[in-house]
């Protein structure tokens, strides 16, 4: 025993052995003690240097009521359209020269086997459809979506966005939620929880899932996660409506009527013997939110109420399903827009179809495959920026235009359609609290990678809550022992795109 305490003893380093000793122990321990006081003060005044955590006073028992911005607000609300499938920025918005120049030769600088996410890249290739000045701004955009090219001078566009992950999933969890990982709140249910909605009588967040279905993470892109769960988008669209809002045949309206009037004096009642109770309050609110949607749902889905001018705008009544489909949803989305939901995400593509069938994901046959999903997009699209900038909304709506990530200025070898490419590529913005015809940041001179004013997502996020209002690095909901914010601890507003 004496031996082996001896060997354990030599094993040890300097320091370790003079922490046998009683004394030198607690000067040690000590000096680590005060390390770890020094690094809590440095971290409490780097949380006052920031501001205080806002987090807002909610009424249970009216959680979607309209609640005061942190700063002067620029928007009322937001639309945000996402294509799913990643739309290539190459060959529609990011116009370079140079990878016409170059067609079909190899990239400058990469390395043989270049391999950036489904297999080996081939040759740059040149954008499949013609780019044209559009506008005053002349900005370059191609003739795939010529109606959206012609609304270029609406439009700021942001060519230097990147993602952190280059698989379909995780990008898209990250541009709705911020996070790659999964269990974060939507964008649209920070913004809810934040500011309510100007509409008691429809939820404060409605998402409108594309005609062919949902994109791949489904409703994590409107969940509330750890969010209250009065916050999470209501999922519907023009064909699918909201379920179960239709009062069954057996019961009068007047039957109907009369019960939620004495289901509302209960209500109170069991609410007074319980106050303060925020679960009850909440559980009310949402019953009763469900009772008026009966009427309001049913009216916002009737379309029949738009002249035949205004359908044909939006291509609704096309020959083409789902084109008219997806105009149809627009057009749902400029009538909640105009009654005052908060937050509105419009879906173009969907998942369940195959890769690229449904959506934007040009692996192998992008010629092929994008003029019928630019078929569905465009008139419909282009229509609804139209139709909010002729009925005075766009002057107090965001409207955010994006994908997960974009696509290679080269082919994939042996394929004819582009790989995967979270290093550079295009959203837009329109509408309130930006500038019109503007071009910010850039890839390089093949659209490849982000090198000016290169941006992020949560970068993006932060500029969309400050034209909310809203401050990035203050909104915030204590769960799990961290305050969760939308842009995590990240991102920096885009003072250059504001208006």
């Given amino acids: 025993m004496i031996g082996a305490s001896r060997n354990t003893h030599n094993a040890l380093s300097h320091a370790g052995r003079r922490m046998l000793s009683r004394r030198d122990f607690l000067q040690w321990g000590g000096t680590g003690l005060s390390g770890i006081a020094l690094a809590a003060l440095l971290a409490e005044q780097k949380l006052l240097a920031a501001g205080k955590p806002i987090r807002p006073e909610i009424d249970p028992s009216h959680p979607y009521a309209a609640r005061a911005a942190h700063l002067t607000p620029k928007a009322k609300r937001v639309l945000m359209i996402f294509c799913s ?58 003739d795939l979506l010529p109606h959206l090219a012609e609304m270029a001078d609406e439009m700021c566009f942001i060519h230097s966005m990147t993602a952190k992950s280059n698989t379909h999933g995780p990008a898209e969890n990250q541009m709705s939620t911020g996070f790659t990982l999964d269990g974060f709140p939507g964008a649209g249910a920070w913004v809810t929880y934040a500011l309510g909605s100007e509409n008691r009588d429809l ?72 106050p303060g109770d925020s679960d009850l309050a909440a559980r009310i609110a949402a019953y009763e939110l469900a009772a008026k949607m009966q009427l309001a749902a049913a009216e916002i889905s009737d379309l029949a109420r738009e002249s035949a001018a205004t359908c044909e705008l939006y291509g609704v009544n096309d020959t083409n399903a789902t084109k008219a489909g997806f105009a149809k949803n627009c057009l749902l989305a400029r009538r909640l827009i105009e009654r005052g939901v908060r937050f509105v995400q419009l879906f173009n593509g969907s998942y369940a179809m195959g890769e690229g069938v449904g959506n934007w994901d040009g692996h192998k046959k992008i010629a092929d495959q994008y003029p019928g999903h630019a078929q569905v997009l465009d008139q419909p699209c282009a229509a609804l920026l139209r139709d909010l900038k002729g009925r005075g909304l766009l002057a107090d709506t965001l409207v955010v235009f994006v994908t997960e990530f974009g696509r290679m200025p080269t082919f994939q070898k ?81 003072q250059d795109v504001l208006a």
């Fill in 414 to 494: 042996g394929a004819n359609g582009r790989d995967h490419n979270p290093k550079g590529f295009t959203v837009w913005l329109a509408g309130a609290g930006v500038k019109r015809g503007l071009s910010y940041g850039a890839t390089d001179e093949f659209g490849y990678q982000a090198v000016e004013n290169v941006t992020s997502i949560y970068d993006l996020h932060a500029t969309m809550l400050q034209i909310l209002g809203l401050d990035h690095e203050r909104l915030s909901f204590y769960n799990n022992g961290v305050e969760r914010r939308l842009t995590d601890v990240h991102g920096h507003v885009l």
């Fill in 203 to 274: 939820p404060a967040f409605v998402a409108i899932p594309d005609p062919r279905g949902t994109p791949q993470i489904g409703p994590r892109h409107w969940g509330s996660a750890f969010l209250p769960s009065v916050f999470q988008g209501t999922p519907f669209n023009a064909d699918k409506g909201i379920p179960n809002l239709a009062r069954p045949a057996s019961i009068s309206e007047a039957a109907e009527l009369g019960t939620r009037d004495f289901l509302k004096v209960l209500n109170d009642r069991h609410l007074a013997q319980h």
């Fill in 85 to 142: 499938g990643a739309l290539s920025h190459v060959d529609t918005f990011d116009y370079k020269p140079e990878l016409v120049k170059r067609h079909d030769t190899p990239m400058p600088g990469a390395a043989e086997n270049f391999i950036t996410f489904q297999g080996e890249n081939g040759n740059l290739i040149k954008p499949l459809w013609e780019f044209k000045p559009r506008g005053q701004s002349g900005k370059m955009a191609s």
